[in-house]
C-alpha cells in the first residue's frame, strides 16, 4: 500500500502540472516502477522486514499492480483499498494506467497524458478498454474519443488471458516453453491495432495487473487535430 499511496500521490501531482481538471479528462498514465532485486529482498529481510515475494520475476507483477491500483486511487476508480487486494481482486483496476517494472528504478516515474483546457498545442488523446486481445470495437472507440484527425500515437496495455480462453476458444500463450506469454500478448495486440490503423508503430506494453479487465486492457489514442 506505501507504493500504491506514493503513486497516486504522483498522479495528483502531475495532473496539477499539467493542467488537467478533471480525472475524467486522465486517459493514459504511463509508470515505471521498481522490482525487487536479490540484494533488496535479502537488505529488507537483515532489518527483519517482510516482503511481498522473494521471487523477483513475481515482484515485477505485484509492482506494476500496485502501481495500477495507484493510479486508479487518483482518478476515484476504486476505494477501500489494502495489501489483501494487490493482485489477487482482479475485479479491482484502471481504466487508463499502464505500468511496466524494471531493475533499473528504486522508485516510479509517471507520466499523465490528459486533455487541458487552454493548452497550447494541436493534440488530443481519447481511451477505451479491450474486454480481450482481440477488442478490435474498443481500438475503434479509442480512435473516435480522440476525434477526427492524424494519428500520432496509440499505447497499449495487454496480457495472456489467465483463464487459458478468448472467447470461449482456447489460447496456448501460457503453454509455450520457450517464449514468454507476454510476448505472444504483445505481439496478438500489437497486430490487432495495426490492422485496424494501418501502421505497425504500435506502442503496446505486456504485464496487465489491475490494468482493465483480466484478459484485456487500456488502449488510448493521440491526434494531431
Not at 504522483?10 to 509508470?31: K, L, N, W, Y
Not at 500515437?153 to 514468454?180: C, L, N, Q, V
Not at 504500435?202 to 486492457?217: F, K, T
Request: aromatic residues 4%; charged residues 20%; glycine residues 12%.
Amino acid at each position: 500500500m506505501a507504493q500504491v499511496r506514493s503513486v497516486e500521490a504522483g498522479v495528483r501531482e502531475a495532473m496539477t502540472s499539467a493542467g488537467i481538471a478533471s480525472p475524467a479528462d486522465v486517459h493514459f498514465a504511463q509508470i515505471k516502477c521498481p522490482l525487487l532485486t536479490a540484494e533488496a529482498i535479502t537488505a529488507a529481510q537483515a532489518r527483519g522486514a517482510r516482503v511481498a515475494t522473494t521471487n523477483t520475476y513475481a515482484s515485477m507483477g505485484y509492482s506494476r499492480g500496485a502501481s495500477a491500483l495507484g493510479v486508479a486511487a487518483a482518478l476515484g476508480e476504486v476505494a477501500g483499498l489494502d495489501d489483501g487486494v494487490i493482485c489477487r481482486r482482479w475485479d479491482l483496476y484502471s481504466r487508463v494506467a499502464s505500468t511496466s517494472a524494471g531493475v533499473d528504478l528504486s522508485h516510479c516515474e509517471i507520466l499523465v497524458l490528459g486533455n487541458a483546457a487552454g493548452a497550447a498545442g494541436d493534440l488530443v488523446i481519447g481511451h477505451d478498454v479491450m474486454e480481450d486481445a482481440i477488442d478490435a470495437a474498443a481500438v475503434r472507440r479509442a480512435l473516435s474519443s480522440a476525434g477526427s484527425g492524424e494519428l500520432v500515437g496509440i499505447f497499449a496495455k495487454a496480457e495472456a488471458e489467465p483463464t487459458g480462453r478468448i472467447r470461449g476458444r482456447r489460447h496456448t500463450m501460457m503453454d509455450d516453453s520457450d517464449i514468454s506469454h507476454t510476448r505472444h500478448a504483445r505481439a496478438a495486440v500489437a497486430a490487432v491495432i495495426a490492422s485496424i490503423v494501418g501502421d505497425p508503430m504500435v506502442y503496446v506494453s505486456g504485464g496487465a495487473e489491475h490494468q482493465g479487465p483480466s484478459g484485456g486492457g487500456p488502449v488510448a489514442a493521440i491526434v494531431r487535430m
